[in-house]
């Protein structure tokens, strides 16, 4: 099934050059993708990697991609399945103004920080962010991030799922008798990383994305 997704590269206060993948894939999909293809085909140059996704509108993307017989031009070698097509530009606008057109998702490069910020369209034709990740995944749980659109506060985002803002603080006395014990955790994921004066620091790093319940886990269940 086709979904229509942008792709591209973030500039001032929100505007964006991009590019359209038809058949793009929801987030837990195309983030790690596009990772390896960061890695394995541009060698961790994200500039290299933005120039090659604005040189063409594309069919999909992958990593080794296969000629096909029915494609009118040859896959583009670590990178995917570029569309032919005379009147394909690049698509310029802001994030601000209305999705336009059957559009599902749009990925931004922010280059100077090579963080990929995800963008859901919602039912009112707007973009809303849903979540972020850096290119080369960072050891620390949580991590803070500038604000997309070059302005507003800082944002927080979670390592494991991308979840942006979605974090939840508890700090009581702590047990020990002296100090504070604290948990912060992810509201969509459910990493945590805890925190008391005696042992440190202690990270919990939930699967992502959820495993579906197997068919004996499911039978088990419901014994």
């Known amino acids: 099934m086709s979904t229509p997704t942008l792709i591209g590269v973030a500039a001032f206060r929100g505007s964006y050059t991009a590019r359209l993948i038809q058949f793009g894939e929801s987030p837990e999909v195309l983030v790690p993708l596009l990772r390896r293809i960061w890695t394995d085909t541009f060698s961790r140059n994200a500039n290299a990697m933005a120039a090659a996704l604005l040189a063409h509108d594309w069919w999909s993307l992958a990593v080794n991609p ?3 017989r029915w494609d009118r031009q040859p896959p583009v070698p670590g990178l995917g399945y570029p569309v032919v097509a005379q009147d394909a530009t690049v698509r310029r606008g802001a994030l601000r103004e209305d999705v336009g057109g059957a559009l599902e998702w749009l990925y ?3 280059l100077d920080q090579r963080r990929l910020v995800v963008y859901e ?21 949580f991590v803070t991030a500038p604000a997309d659109d070059g302005g507003g506060p800082e944002m927080t985002v979670c390592t494991v799922c991308g979840a ?3 974090i939840d603080h508890v700090e009581v006395p702590s047990m020990a008798g002296y100090g504070y014990d604290t948990v912060t955790s992810c509201a969509r994921c459910g990493s945590s990383v805890a925190s008391d004066p005696m042992f440190g620091d202690h990270v919990t790093r939930k699967p992502w994305p959820p495993q579906n319940p197997t068919a004996g886990d499911t039978a088990g269940e419901t014994r």
Do not use: C, F, Q, Y
């Open 164 to 166: 942006v803002d979605e």
């Open 108 to 110: 931004l490069l922010h």
């Open 66 to 68: 296969k000629p096909r």
């Open 121 to 141: 369209a919602t039912i009112h034709g707007r973009w809303l962010r849903h979540s972020a990740h850096h290119l080369d995944p960072v050891e620390d749980l």
